[in-house]
Each structure stands twice: as C-alpha cells, then as structure tokens.
C-alpha cells in the first residue's frame, strides 16, 4: 500500500484530486511532515512518521472508507448535513489522512491537538482552490472542523465522534508492517515493542466474511500480536466502526497458521 492505492482512489475525482496535488506540493505541508521525523526519527529514535507514513494512511483510509460506503455504512458528515454528498466526506478523510501527523514537527506530546490547530491555516488557504464553485462559505468552515476533528481523534485516549475520523483512525493504527509500528519504540533497542513490531509482515484491508472490514495482520512470529493488541485495538475500540471490523492474524511459520478471528 502506498502512492498506487491513493492514486486509485483520486483519480476519478477532480476534487480530491486538485486536494491530493496541493497537499502533496504545499511547502508548510511538506516541511511540518519532514519536521515529524525530525523529532520522532532523529530526536526521540520512533518509527516514521513522516511523508511516507502519510502517504500510506491516506491510501488505507480511502479504501476502508469505500469498503463501508459499499456496505452501507453512511458518513457522518453527510448524515449530519455538514456536507452536501460524499465526495466530500472521502475530501474530509483525505485531508485528515495525510495531515494528521504534522504535529509532531511541535513535539510528540499531544501531537494530536496540535496538529488539528496546524491544519486549519492549511485548510484556509487550499480549499477555496479545491471546492467547486459555487459552495457555501459555510462549507469550508464545516469540512475543516470535521477535518480538525478527525486529526485530534487519532489520539488513543479520545474517542472518534464520526465514522471518517474512525476511518482515519484504524487506517492510522494499520501501518504497521516491517517494523513500522505506530506504537513507538526506540530503534536499536530490544524488547517486546521492538520484537513485535519487526514480526508484522503485511497488513491487507478488504472485504469481510463476517462484517464489512476486514484487517488481516501476517507476521513472522505470534509476537505480532502485540501490535494488535497495544496498537490497532485500542485505535478500533474508540471509533464509531468497531462492530465492522474483522482482525485475521496470521503467522507465516513453516506453513500460513491462521489464528481465530478477532471481533472488536
């Protein structure tokens, strides 16, 4: 997963896509993302989160998003009338997706808040060129307080009020394969946070057997589910989209050994 799973779901849309080349191009955008590893990478000696983590938690979001659009689970935003239809709520979990890390470039203590503050200055100046005219002003004040929302929502200990900032959430937790834990460890370090973290493989999101999502989890070794259990968990059990979601852990031993289902 990546810019390919992004581009995917862009590119038959002239709105998320101007919103995708602006918030990929944007100088303030691109320095705070450079800024988070900065200070989580160089600094603390955390795993990335930066331009690529950024990248993969947008692609991840846009497609759990459709996944539960196509199974009939409704955006908030739309249900709420904050926005005319759903192309906009997929513009509220992009912009959210790719920024919600940026308060890092501040300090890693909460990020979260301060990311949501960053990210209104942003949003004041791409917007008017994303929307289409005409639109209510009101509009732009509505989708950058659900964007607002959604960033500060990623934070383990605050629970998402809405389905997309649930959806940028669990996306977020998602990142996790070769050693890209969102639970942050010291590099170079050995421990159970370390361990498990390097045992995930790949993470695949699709379509499930028993609810609309599922989240398989390959790993090397049972320590994965750690991550699970610390990271993802936590993440899913404070979002609007638990009772969807299906966990599948997998341990590619000598042969696949598939562990019972996990139903948040």
């Known amino acids: 997963m990546g810019t390919s799973l992004v581009t995917k779901h862009v590119e038959s849309s002239s709105m998320l896509s101007r919103a995708w080349k602006l918030l990929t191009s944007d100088p303030e955008v691109r320095a705070l993302l450079r800024m988070s590893n900065v200070n989580a990478v160089k600094r603390l000696l955390y795993n990335d989160h930066g331009p690529v983590h950024a990248v993969i938690v947008s692609g991840s979001a846009l497609e759990i998003f459709n996944i539960l659009l196509e199974s009939g689970i409704q955006p908030s935003s739309v249900m709420d009338g904050t926005v005319p239809g759903d192309e906009y709520a997929r513009l509220i979990v992009l912009l959210a997706a790719y920024m919600h890390d940026i308060g890092n470039a501040v300090h890693r203590s909460n990020h979260e808040f ?123 059990n404070t979002s609007l989209i638990r009772e969807y979601i299906e966990i599948v852990p997998v341990v590619l031993d000598a042969e696949e050994i598939h562990l019972d289902p996990i139903y948040p």
């Open 114 to 236: 301060a990311g949501a503050l960053l990210a209104k200055g942003i949003m004041d100046r791409i917007l008017p060129k994303v929307l289409e005219r005409p639109y209510e002003e009101e509009l732009i004040y509505n989708i950058e307080a659900e964007v607002m929302h959604a960033i500060y929502a990623t934070s383990m200990n605050v629970d998402a009020l809405t389905i997309e900032a649930s959806i940028v959430k669990v996306a977020d937790a998602t990142d996790m394969a070769e050693g890209r834990a969102r639970l942050p460890y010291s590099r170079g370090k050995t421990d159970i946070h370390a361990i498990s973290a390097l045992s995930i493989k790949r993470v695949d999101i699709d379509y499930g057997s028993h609810r609309p999502l599922r989240i398989r989890v390959e790993m090397k070794n049972p320590a994965g589910v750690f991550q699970i259990e610390k990271v993802l968990m936590p993440k899913i």
